[in-house]
């Protein structure tokens, strides 16, 4: 979001941004204030995935979002997306791989590898962005019933079913093909191991590359109103990462609804 300004004449000082028409992705999905489709919810993904590569791969000091959700997620009067909300970021040194930190975020968001080790690294906002996917592609709620939607997404997709928990408008638009390659870059930024999930520049490529081959005849700035390689930054500027691509974590790896059903039940408990 743009700062615009901030009023001083009052006793705590007032920030003025920019006026946000259509509100947060949140509204549109789960409250159906404007239906989406799936091509817009891809050019909002994308926006927002190189929003938050640009934060942690293209400054000088990194910054930890902590907190992506849906909610967080604003849309202007072109639907161009805008991450929010930095309340509960982090700045990484550099050199540092992680920080030892309390807990915070939104549950069911939440990476299942920091809520176990309080270890903040810039894998855990790829881990919520993965639960962001899955609410694009399914318009289900982060947790439903005390379940959450990336135990759930994940499960129908080892279980071949991934059609069951998809938006059924979104399947009645036929791009079914590449609603799986979505869904499968989901699956991978969901994985309890974080060294195998891949890097938010990672995902923000993958998910411009889709949308430039769904539309062959389009320039990335049709669809990036903001500079696409500013936000990425140039590949020198990337960090190394070793990404697992064909399937889930090795022996002695949790299971998902394990890691789910014991962080719901360490969440009740205020642990």
Do not use: W
């Given at each position: 979001m743009k700062l615009l300004g901030?009023?001083?004449?009052?006793?705590?000082?007032?920030?003025?941004?920019?006026?946000?028409?259509?509100?947060?992705?949140?509204e549109?999905?789960?409250?159906?204030?404007?239906?989406?489709?799936?091509?817009?919810?891809?050019?909002?993904?994308?926006?927002?995935?190189?929003?938050?590569?640009?934060?942690?791969?293209?400054?000088?000091?990194?910054?930890?979002?902590?907190?992506?959700?849906?909610?967080?997620?604003?849309?202007?009067?072109?639907?161009?997306?805008?991450?929010?909300?930095?309340?509960?970021?982090?700045l990484v040194s550099s050199g540092e791989a992680g920080?030892?930190?309390?807990?915070?975020?939104?549950?069911?968001?939440?990476?299942?590898?920091?809520?176990?080790?309080?270890?903040?690294?810039?894998?855990?906002?790829?881990?919520?962005?993965?639960?962001?996917?899955?609410?694009?592609?399914?318009?289900?709620?982060?947790?439903?019933?005390?379940?959450?939607?990336?135990?759930?997404?994940?499960?129908?997709?080892k279980e071949d079913c991934l059609n069951q928990v998809l938006d059924d408008e979104i399947v009645n638009e036929g791009n079914i093909e590449t609603v799986k390659n979505v869904a499968k870059l989901a699956g991978r930024c969901l994985r309890v191991k974080g060294e195998e999930r891949p890097t938010m520049r990672e995902v923000a490529m993958e998910l411009e590359g889709m949308i430039m081959t769904k539309h062959p005849w389009g320039s990335a700035d049709h669809y990036f109103p903001e500079e696409t390689e500013h936000l990425l930054g140039s590949p020198n500027t990337s960090k190394d990462y070793s990404v697992n691509v064909d399937g889930g974590g090795g022996p002695g790896t949790a299971s998902w609804s394990s890691i789910c059903d014991m962080s719901m039940s360490s969440y009740a408990d205020g642990r």
């Open positions: 901030c009023c001083l004449e009052t006793e705590v000082p007032i920030l003025v941004y920019e006026f946000i028409s259509h509100g947060t992705l949140h549109h999905i789960h409250k159906k204030r404007t239906s989406l489709s799936f091509e817009l919810r891809m050019k909002i993904a994308a926006e927002a995935a190189g929003a938050l590569a640009h934060l942690h791969s293209s400054i000088s000091t990194p910054i930890i979002h902590r907190d992506v959700k849906a909610v967080n997620i604003l849309l202007d009067d072109k639907y161009t997306a805008k991450v929010s909300d930095f309340g509960a970021s982090r920080i030892q930190t309390v807990v915070l975020g939104t549950f069911g968001y939440l990476d299942p590898e920091y809520m176990q080790s309080n270890q903040l690294t810039e894998k855990s906002d790829v881990y919520s962005f993965g639960v962001l996917l899955a609410e694009l592609l399914t318009s289900k709620g982060a947790v439903s019933k005390d379940r959450c939607l990336a135990s759930i997404f994940v499960a129908s997709m």
